[in-house]
């Protein structure tokens, strides 16, 4: 039956086969450091085959992963780099460093009558006065406003040149009525010309009212829909009343002042307690 194959069909075969040899030869003969510059060329994924195509080190790290990889020095399974441990060696003195200049070991009180509750970055400080209930609410993330170091004066250290970290971070008091169903919510902040204020200026605040809503009572999300007045267009007279408002419930510049040391507090503790955590996640 062989013999009836068509003279046509035996040369189509036969080139196919004389194609695929040549092709395979071609490859062969192509020395590696070609191929591997052009596969690199093909296709951005293929980067790390150029970097071990060119160093027979690397080729043999590739080629054997298990050689490659730095030794584990406990039973975690986790990777251990010498950059780990640098990471580590320095997070080891940032943390004796930022703990020896820690003001409060503890957090500062706040006068008044206040209860502190503190959840993480989040706290709040709730007083109770003649059928009122007034809560303060405030998150010590991003609290820090961005310093900007300035050149040293001749004789002094550059240590003794940086500024003092100071967390100054938006607060929201809600005073709430027993008697009704509706809560007043103040929005305040602190602007960033009138922090720090000296004797002089004992007469001006420290902090400023920049929005009022009504939000239903025991409600824990936002009403969108709830007027909320922003008080860059309020009456000055309103405005005023406002903050009287505030100040007779307890929330006045003595209390500002209380909250930024507290939240400075809050905000270091915090921190060490992220350096320290850093650092057994690097070491582990």
């Not at 990777?79 to 320095?90: M, N, P, V």
């Not at 004797?199 to 409600?219: A, C, K, L, N, Y």
């Not at 909320?228 to 419930?249: E, G, I, Q, V």
């Not at 270091?268 to 350096?275: A, Q």
Request: net charge negative; proline share 4%; charged share 25%.
């Amino acid at each position: 039956r062989t013999r009836g194959i068509h003279v046509g069909t035996s040369r189509t075969m036969f080139s196919t086969l004389s194609r695929v040899l040549f092709s395979a030869t071609r490859v062969a003969t192509v020395r590696p450091q070609q191929l591997l510059s052009s596969l690199c060329a093909a296709r951005s994924f293929s980067r790390s085959l150029c970097l071990v195509g060119g160093n027979p080190g690397l080729r043999q790290n590739f080629l054997h992963p298990q050689r490659g990889f730095p030794a584990v020095s406990c039973g975690c399974g986790g990777l251990h780099t010498e950059g780990d441990k640098a990471l580590a060696e320095f997070l080891k003195d940032e943390i004796k460093e930022e703990k020896k200049i820690q003001k409060h070991k503890n957090l500062p009180k706040m006068s008044g009558g206040w209860e502190l509750e503190v959840n993480g970055t989040e706290a709040k400080l709730v007083r109770k006065i003649s059928g009122e209930t007034i809560t303060v609410t405030f998150n010590t993330n991003n609290s820090i406003p961005p310093s900007f170091n300035e050149e040293p004066q001749e004789g002094q250290k550059a240590e003794e040149n940086e500024p003092e970290h100071v967390s100054t971070p938006n607060f929201v008091v809600e005073v709430l009525k027993m008697d009704t169903n509706q809560t007043l919510v103040l929005d305040c902040h602190y602007p960033e010309d009138e922090v720090g204020h000296g004797e002089e200026e004992e007469e001006s605040d420290i902090f400023t009212i920049r929005e009022v809503s009504f939000q239903p009572t025991g409600d824990t999300e936002w009403k969108e829909n709830s007027y909320t007045l922003n008080t860059d267009s309020l009456d000055w007279a309103l405005y005023d009343h406002l903050m009287d408002f505030l100040a007779d419930r307890g929330v006045d510049n003595t209390f500002a002042d209380e909250l930024v040391e507290l939240s400075t507090a809050l905000e270091h503790h915090e921190y060490i307690k992220f350096l320290e955590n850093l650092k057994d996640f690097v070491k582990c």
